[in-house]
């Protein structure tokens, strides 16, 4: 399982109240400035921090977690991030010591959280959007913003999938066979590099045996036979491991 962006946010959001300070304070416990509190949050949910970027050496910055944006392919715009909870935004490029870079978590809704300044501390506000120049979500971590919307559509193709998991169970498919059935079948196979897109799709054909006999052996099945698909096949084709 990916880690996930929330783990981090949560963090961050358990720090407000909490002093600003630089140097040697910035990562925490007592204390944090705006990248060393982004970065120590970061760590706390397991995210992996490239070289440069570090709570036990106490390195990174605005510029470093750009730099890291960049290098991974993981900017967008400020417009973008700021509809994503746990997007970080970003301000300095090119500097981020002082009062010209800064770095804070999108709560998704138009506010933000992190250490602002000496008089406000950790603390969560408005987003003012034309302040940051980037915004950046990290590759292979999990964004539930960034998950597909569950739609009618897609729960009636769940439905219909488990229907024909329902009835091949009951009825196997067999070599030869054409019907709706066995272009599911086929399109799982093709779903997973067993069988080629050219191969007829409503046709139980010698390809989708071929496939079928492959898929047995990954999946580990007793029965390998090729000729026939249903029993443990269908439940290990619809719930890989």
């Given at each position: 399982?990916?880690?996930?962006?929330?783990?981090?946010?949560?963090?961050?959001?358990?720090?407000?109240?909490?002093?600003?300070?630089?140097?040697?304070?910035?990562f925490?416990?007592?204390?944090?400035?705006?990248?060393?509190?982004?970065?120590?949050?970061?760590?706390?949910?397991?995210i992996?921090?490239?070289?440069?970027?570090?709570?036990?050496?106490?390195?990174?910055?605005?510029?470093?977690?750009?730099?890291?944006?960049?290098?991974?392919g993981?900017?967008?715009?400020?417009?973008?991030?700021?509809?994503?909870?746990?997007?970080?935004l970003?301000?300095?490029?090119?500097?981020?010591?002082?009062?010209?870079?800064?770095?804070?978590?999108?709560?998704?809704?138009?506010?933000?959280?992190?250490?602002?300044s000496?008089?406000?501390g950790?603390?969560?506000?408005?987003?003012?959007?034309g302040?940051?120049?980037?915004?950046?979500?990290?590759?292979?971590?999990?964004?539930?913003?960034?998950?597909?919307?569950?739609?009618?559509?897609?729960?009636?193709?769940i439905?219909?999938?488990?229907?024909?998991?329902?009835?091949?169970?009951?009825?196997?498919?067999?070599?030869d066979?054409?019907?709706?059935d066995?272009?599911?079948?086929?399109?799982?196979?093709?779903?997973?590099g067993l069988?080629?897109?050219?191969?007829p799709m409503?046709?139980?054909?010698?390809?989708?045996?071929?496939?079928?006999?492959?898929?047995?052996?990954?999946a580990?099945?007793?029965?390998?036979?090729?000729?026939?698909?249903g029993?443990?096949?269908?439940?290990?084709?619809?719930?890989?491991?």
């Amino acid at each position: 399982m990916p880690q996930d962006i929330e783990d981090a946010v949560v963090f961050a959001l358990a720090q407000k109240g909490k002093p600003y300070r630089t140097n040697s304070e910035r990562f925490g416990d007592a204390a944090f400035d705006c990248s060393g509190l982004v970065i120590r949050s970061l760590a706390e949910a397991g995210i992996p921090l490239p070289n440069g970027i570090s709570v036990e050496k106490k390195w990174g910055n605005s510029v470093s977690l750009w730099r890291w944006a960049k290098d991974v392919g993981g900017l967008v715009t400020v417009e973008r991030a700021v509809r994503i909870r746990g997007a970080i935004l970003i301000r300095g490029r090119w500097y981020g010591n002082g009062p010209l870079g800064d770095v804070k978590f999108s709560l998704g809704d138009g506010r933000q959280t992190g250490a602002g300044s000496r008089r406000t501390g950790v603390a969560t506000t408005d987003v003012r959007q034309g302040f940051f120049h980037d915004g950046f979500i990290i590759p292979g971590v999990h964004y539930a913003a960034l998950e597909p919307p569950v739609t009618p559509e897609m729960l009636e193709a769940i439905k219909r999938l488990v229907d024909w998991g329902v009835r091949v169970t009951a009825t196997p498919l067999r070599q030869d066979e054409v019907n709706r059935d066995v272009t599911i079948l086929n399109l799982l196979l093709i779903e997973r590099g067993l069988l080629a897109t050219s191969a007829p799709m409503n046709l139980y054909s010698k390809q989708t045996r071929d496939a079928v006999v492959h898929f047995k052996k990954l999946a580990k099945l007793s029965n390998r036979v090729g000729k026939v698909f249903g029993g443990e096949a269908v439940a290990a084709i619809l719930h890989p491991r």
